[in-house]
Every structure is written in structure tokens, then in C-alpha cells.
């Protein structure tokens, strides 16, 4: 059973910035893809970002250069990919989900980010 745990997050006022990692217990580079997710009070879940597997990461139009996805570094390259998030507005306020793509998909348990005026 593939699981992804996820960390990071929390709150944070506009302009700021914050921190998601999620942690997968099977290979990222075994995914098709790797993925950002959120869902804001209210509305349905989103798509962020994507790290598709042997490119480089794809990003959806609100995230206007503020967002980098990417898989972990040294030790942590092999399970572990990121999502730093800059310069955050209140209009991104929501939970943020870790999804890998690999025989269909799966999801962390997602965490909070509440950006305040």
C-alpha cells in the first residue's frame, strides 16, 4: 500500500511564504507524475502543479511564478518532493493535497493553509 504523508503548511500572512513536503513510501520517480493539490472552503480540490516523471514541473495559471515544485534533494531525492509557495494571498487559502499518478491516483492526508490579510 503506497501512502504519502505530508508536512508543512499552517498559517501565514499575506506576502509570506511557506513550506509543503510530502513524503511517499514507494519511489517518486515511480509515479508517472507527481502533483500539488487544494482545496479551498467551499470549492472543489484543484489542480497546482505537477512534476510529470522525466520533465520538468507544469503549473497552473494563479501560481504566476510564486509556486516551485520539486523532488527532494540528497538524501531525501528518492521519496520526497516539495511545494514552496511565495509571496501567498489570502485567495490561497485552503488544504493542500500531495498526489502520485501510478495505476490511479493517491492522495496525503492533505494540510492547512490559511494566508490572512
Known amino acids: 500500500q503506497v501512502q504519502l504523508v505530508q508536512s508543512g503548511g499552517g498559517s501565514v500572512q499575506a506576502g509570506g511564504s511557506t513550506n509543503l513536503t510530502c513524503v511517499s513510501s514507494r519511489s517518486v520517480y515511480n509515479f508517472i507524475s507527481m502533483g500539488w493539490y487544494r482545496q479551498a472552503p467551499g470549492k472543489a480540490r484543484e489542480w497546482v502543479a505537477t512534476?510529470?516523471?522525466?520533465?520538468?514541473?507544469?503549473?497552473?495559471g494563479f501560481v504566476k511564478g510564486r509556486f516551485t515544485a520539486a523532488r527532494g534533494s540528497g538524501e531525501t531525492a528518492e521519496n520526497t518532493v516539495n511545494l514552496q509557495m511565495t509571496n501567498l494571498q489570502p485567495e490561497d487559502t485552503g488544504v493542500y493535497y500531495c498526489?502520485?499518478?501510478?495505476?490511479?491516483?493517491?492522495w496525503s492526508q492533505g494540510t492547512q493553509v490559511t494566508v490572512s490579510s
Open positions: 512534476i510529470p516523471l522525466g520533465r520538468g514541473p507544469e503549473y497552473a
Open positions: 498526489n502520485g499518478k501510478w495505476n490511479g491516483d493517491y
